[in-house]
T-cell receptor, first 114, second 108 residues
Framework: DADVTQTPRNRITKTGKRIMLECSQTKGHDRMYWYRQDPGLGLRLIYY???????NKGEISDGYSVSRQAQAKFSLSLESAIPNQTALYFC?????????????FGEGSRLTVL | TQLLEQSPQFLSIQEGENLTVYCNSSSVFSSLQWYRQEPGEGPVLLVTVVTGGEVKKLKRLTFQFGDARKDSSLHITAAQPGDTGLYLCASGTYKYIFGTGTRLKVLA
């Protein structure tokens, strides 16, 4: 099984619908991240969390919310999806300690908003 | 906010050729990571460079960190089709910012 698991892997939805993307990890890491990937724009940070009680906004948090239900679980919600939120979403984790840590990514969740 | 610019954006070469891709920053890097992403997968770390002037080698891949820690390069010698992918640089202490990526295609 993958160390970082994302569900669903693919989702097609309609404008205005609420969507939740889930991420779970077995690496025992404290830090978890949600990124969005669009062609030509690389990966952009949406939210990050350093522990269950710590949630921080990233570069592009508008229109998104997150929940850290447990050390191993970090979910991303789109309360009312819009077409420009169509993208590939990645969850990542990293260990604590000095900041040259490696990011471990899930396989991604492809979201299409019609 | 630190910006990471990568060049070229796209690169298509024949097997056996050499290539270099670049990552430049608007400010000094704390450290710099290079990742490779293959289709349908998440990025995977290749290397981390920390010290200005540092050079690291990973088989046919050579990573260099600029003396002023504001730029980095990735050189691939004798590229192979298996090197095809999206190469991303990233920097940060606790919050990692990524570059726009270089999409490499190596033709057999």
């Amino acid at each position: 099984d993958a160390d970082v698991t994302q569900t669903p892997r693919n989702r097609i939805t309609k404008t205005g619908k609420r969507i939740m993307l889930e991420c779970s990890q077995t690496k025992g890491h404290d830090r978890m991240y949600w990124y969005r990937q669009d062609p030509g724009l690389g990966l952009r940070l949406i939210y990050y969390s350093f522990d269950v009680k710590d949630i921080n906004k990233g570069e592009i948090s508008d229109g998104y919310s997150v929940s850290r239900q447990a050390q191993a679980k970090f979910s991303l919600s789109l309360e009312s999806a819009i077409p420009n939120q169509t993208a590939l979403y990645f969850c990542a984790t990293s260990g604590s300690g000095r900041g040259t840590g490696e990011l471990f990514f899930g396989e991604g969740s492809r979201l299409t908003v019609l | 906010t630190q910006l990471l610019e990568q060049s070229p954006q796209f690169l298509s070469i024949q097997e056996g050729e050499n290539l270099t891709v670049y990552c430049n920053s608007s400010s000094v890097f704390s450290s710099l990571q290079w990742y490779r992403q293959e289709p349908g997968e998440g990025p995977v770390l290749l290397v981390t460079v920390v010290t200005g002037g540092e050079v690291k080698k990973l088989k046919r891949l050579t990573f260099q960190f600029g003396d002023a820690r504001k730029d980095s390069s990735l050189h691939i010698t004798a590229a192979q089709p298996g090197d095809t992918g999206l190469y991303l640089c990233a920097s940060g202490t606790y919050k990692y910012i990524f570059g726009t990526g270089t999409r490499l295609k190596v033709l057999a």
